[in-house]
């Protein structure tokens, strides 16, 4: 037990105070006891101080102890409270228990106090031990996940890699053959795109990629998604759809609604090898109508649910499946990304899941999304022009600091037409921007750079040559990044790792933007 017990005892008696206290130290529990007679002095003492217990007195001249109490699971909601009276109703000793008193002792029966506090203090470390036991597990947890996840990536970069390495040293026994050379470079395009998926689903599940949040039909989003998946489904497993007319729209990002819906559909092909059907269903649902708790009441929910017909879980896997690089599926097959990322949309999405599959009864898979209480701003959607050539014969400025980035653009732009400048960082940029006399038309630049960074570089450019067009690119897209794109009236950007023709049509567009 601990040392000296602090006990904040609401008392208008001095003297009861006085015995209490010596009973108490009699019985061995040393006690230090601050006296408080009225509500305000209450609420102020148990504002400033900590206390390892509370004693009330039910009937105080201005004051109940019932009301004292309700007051004391508001500020020091882990603190135990006894009531200590002359009288205690019996109903109103049983309503008191209800409402969160600890205990209640009569005064005429002052040795049951001991004990009393005795059981209350235990309770309250037992409480504690398990807190810390908890966090620490959670803690150990974390650490697997971390581990599986860092295991996880090493293992499929590796094979990537492998593939990339393998065959770019099969390029020049080949060379003599193109037709060896072009099978040669198929592969290793599509490892590499392999390569960019898996940084997608890890970006999206550290939910670090473009966060562009609007206003969603979900219905919408179930029918795009379905009809896109639809023709890449086995034959034998079919779709269902059960979608609640005039749902109100949400507050998503809907690149990432579509990639969970895809995710969830391909695990609900997976676990129907002899094929069933699938069904995406959505509803509006009442908080109190929710199989978990949500901390909030007669709030509505946006229920988007996608149940299969499947083999099922049991319970070891049902737990687990949040888990990066979980997968039940043979290698090659699973990555144990698709649930990671369906958790991390539903934490940007403040949004919570629920997943209910047993062995042999398939699974279903409940997202509930919140319902905005405003109505949202539609934002302008960004038409993509798409220039009917990708040639061109303008200058073009190119920045990056890695020498084979810069050489691949160069030989791309060149034999496109342009005329190419490059340059390794933004000072050396500059300078050749100075050079050129307004001969550049377009700068293309990585966000990226060692000492100033691209939006600084544009920022600065535009003073030597106001109206020059920017192009940024970068390998990654965070909201952020937009904003500050909007806010230096950038004209374009490009991600990283660049897909040839996405590039050039981006170069074309902007090149041609505003000129007709
Ligand atoms: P992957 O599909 O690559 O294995 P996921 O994170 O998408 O990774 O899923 C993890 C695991 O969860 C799967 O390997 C599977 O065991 C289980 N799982 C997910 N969805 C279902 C489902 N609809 N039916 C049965 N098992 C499922
Ligand atoms: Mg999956």
Aim: hydrophobic share 40%.
């Amino acid at each position: 037990m601990k040392s000296k017990v602090r006990i904040l005892h609401l008392e208008d008696s001095q003297d009861d105070c006085e015995l209490i206290r010596h009973i108490l130290v009699s019985e061995g529990i040393d006690c230090e006891m601050v006296l408080c007679d009225g509500r305000e002095r209450f609420i102020e003492v148990l504002e400033e101080d900590d206390f390892d217990l509370i004693f009330a007195d039910c009937t105080l001249p201005h004051f109940s102890g019932q009301h004292a109490l309700a007051i004391a699971r508001e500020l020091a909601p882990g603190t135990p409270f006894i009531f200590v009276s002359g009288t205690i109703p019996e109903d109103s000793a049983i309503e008191s228990l209800r409402a969160g008193a600890t205990d209640y002792v009569l005064k005429d029966r002052l040795s049951r106090l001991g004990p009393a506090v005795r059981r209350a203090l235990a309770e309250v470390e037992e409480r504690n031990r398990n807190r810390e036991m908890e966090q620490r597990l959670r803690q150990a947890q974390r650490l697997e996940a971390v581990g599986t996840l860092a295991g996880g990536i090493a293992h499929d970069f590796n094979n990537i890699l492998t593939i990339i390495k393998g065959y770019t040293s099969l390029l020049p026994l080949e060379c003599q053959q193109p037709e060896k050379v072009r099978s040669i470079a198929e592969t290793i395009d599509r490892a590499s795109l392999r390569g960019s998926e898996l940084v997608n689903q890890l970006l999206a599940f550290a939910r670090k990629s473009e966060g562009s949040f609007t206003s969603t039909a979900l219905n919408h989003r179930v029918r795009e998604v379905t009809s896109m998946l639809r023709p890449a489904m086995p034959q034998n497993v079919s779709f269902e759809l059960q979608l609640a007319e005039e749902l109100p729209e949400i507050h998503a990002d809907p690149g990432q609604v579509e990639r969970v819906l895809i995710n969830l559909s391909t695990n609900a092909r997976d676990a129907m090898p002899e094929g069933g059907k699938i069904t995406f269903s959505t509803s509006v649902v009442r908080s109190s109508d929710m199989p978990m708790p949500t901390g909030l009441e007669n709030e509505e929910y946006l229920c988007l649910r996608v149940t299969d017909t499947g083999f099922g879980m049991d319970e070891v896997t049902r737990q687990r499946i949040f888990e990066p690089f979980f997968t039940t599926k043979p290698r090659g097959k699973g990555t144990g990304l698709g649930m990671p990322v369906v958790y991390g949309l539903m934490q940007s999405h403040n949004g919570l899941i629920d997943v209910q599959s047993a062995p042999g009864q398939g699974t279903s898979i409940s997202l509930y999304f919140p319902i905005p209480k405003e109505p949202m701003l539609h934002p302008v959607a960004l038409t993509p022009e798409s220039p009917e050539s990708v040639e061109g014969t303008e200058a073009v400025l190119v920045v990056d600091d890695e020498s084979d980035v810069r050489y691949f653009l160069e030989v791309i732009l060149n034999s496109h037409g342009y005329y190419v400048l490059s340059a390794r960082n933004a000072e050396h940029a500059l300078e050749k921007l100075t050079d050129s006399r307004g001969h550049v038309e377009l700068l293309f630049s990585d966000v990226g750079l060692p000492g100033m960074d691209g939006f600084e570089l544009s920022r600065r450019a535009r003073e030597i040559q106001p109206g020059l067009k920017t192009i940024l690119c970068s390998g990654y897209s965070d909201a952020s990044l937009k904003t500050k794109m909007a806010e230096l009236d950038i004209d374009g950007f490009v991600a990283k790792p660049y897909d040839m023709n996405e590039l050039l049509k981006a170069i074309r567009a902007i090149l041609d933007k505003g000129k007709k």
